[in-house]
């Protein structure tokens, strides 16, 4: 069976500190892959998704990136973080060519201070 | 644009009575349509899809939403609700092939005694 994998759970870190954030899947291979943001209170923002090793679409303009460097690999990444990069980051993924819906993580809960 | 909304941002429900968590799309074709739960500090689980057929699909833990394309909505609708069901719902929807599903802002259901 196909299992998810993200971590750390939690992590708090200070501003202008870099940061990543990592998601493996098992049990299946060429996945499409997709980081996702929720702040407080809001709902699901879509940040990067992936069709294949390092093939990275970008959704909204920020302080982050992602990089696919193996198959079942997807990283989230910053080089110096804001203040407004905290929230809960959801790593997802779903059979390539199929829509079957996403499968998520568990989470990481960022703090920047 | 495609969207989905959900106008409740929060519902409280008594402990055994029925739930309803109204969701409303907005696509060029009939979508697939999904419905998640959230529990704090979690990822997100999937509860049900529709994709095709029958109007009326049924979920796990005794969730079930219903298609009305006349409408545009896909209602998730729960009997007797228990309180570990108090947790963030989320509607979502996407197309055939490869997609991003588009999420609700999400509705946080609150169970009383």
């Known amino acids: 069976s196909q299992t998810i994998h993200q971590w750390p759970a939690t992590l708090v870190q200070p501003v202008g500190s870099p940061l990543s954030l990592e998601c493996t899947v098992e049990?299946?291979?060429?996945?499409?892959l997709y980081w996702y943001r929720q702040a407080a209170g809001r709902g699901l923002q879509l940040l990067f998704y992936?069709?294949?090793?390092?093939?990275i679409s970008s959704e909204v303009p920020q302080n982050l990136s992602a990089s696919r460097p193996q198959d079942r690999q997807f990283i989230l990444s910053s080089k110096k973080l804001l203040l407004s990069d905290s929230g809960f980051y959801l790593c997802?993924?779903?059979?390539?060519?199929?829509?079957?819906?996403?499968?998520f993580g568990s989470g990481t809960r960022l703090t920047v201070v | 644009a495609q969207s989905v909304t959900q106008p409740d941002i929060h519902i409280t429900v008594s402990e055994g009575a029925s739930l309803e968590l109204r969701c409303n799309y907005s696509?060029?074709?009939?979508?697939?349509l999904f419905w998640y739960v959230q529990s704090p500090g979690q990822g997100l689980q999937l509860l049900l899809k529709?994709?095709?057929?029958?109007?009326l699909v049924q979920g796990i833990k005794g969730f079930e939403a219903e298609f009305k394309r006349s409408q545009s909505s896909f209602n998730l609708r729960k009997p007797s609700v228990h309180w570990s069901d108090a947790a963030e719902y989320f509607c979502?929807?996407?197309?055939?092939?490869?997609?991003?599903?588009?999420f609700g802002t999400g509705t946080r259901l609150l169970v009383s005694p």
């Open positions: 997802a993924w779903s059979p390539s060519g199929a829509n079957y819906g996403y499968t």
């Open positions: 049990g299946t291979s060429n996945p499409n």
């Open positions: 992936s069709v294949g090793i390092g093939q």
């Open positions: 696509y060029g074709a009939t979508p697939y």
């Open positions: 529709y994709f095709s057929g029958d109007t």
């Open positions: 979502a929807a996407g197309n055939t092939g490869f997609q991003k599903l588009v």
